[in-house]
């Protein structure tokens, strides 16, 4: 097994691999072309849709199989953020992704730098160079959560716009006591 250090980088076996980064966090994958972009939504795999083509979300543990994406894809970003939103992962435990092989043998490791106020980490990216497939250690932190991530690779994120409620009306005046009445 290979520890690495951000920017570090290794070859990986052919065959499905295990990504695993356990504790309070959520494990994401974003699946992109040479581009750096994604082809569109369902490329992005989250809690809230676990699988795509050639990768499955199960709790801290996301499958990437490189020879089941999709046409076109080149990299596999991991991210991860903290599982209460808006947390600085400075205030969670050390982070460590763990990295297995298709007969679950230990293929790398990999604790990054302690983020502070960032709430998002670009933890690391399965690549293709040439007809091989490679591990690259990032560490890249974000303060603006996944909406922020999801921009820069390309996802059109809604902004929770919800509609406010209108003004409440104001109460009526309380009628004047009968005494002030007949003293008018």
Known sequence: MTDLIPGGNLPLP???LTLRVPGPFD??????GDSGKVAGDADFVFYNQPAASGARL???TVTVDARRLRTGASRVTVVVSPAEPGTPLGRLPAMVLQVSGPRGEPVARFTPPRPSHETVLLLAEIYR???AWKLRALGQGYADGLAGVARDFGIDVA????PSAPPAAAPPAPAAPPA?????
């Open 180 to 184: 002030a009445r007949a003293a008018a």
């Open 58 to 60: 199960s709790g801290d």
């Open 27 to 32: 494990l994401s994958v974003l699946i992109t």
């Open 14 to 16: 052919d065959g499905a």
């Open 129 to 131: 160079r040439g007809a």
């Open 159 to 162: 902004e929770d716009t919800a």
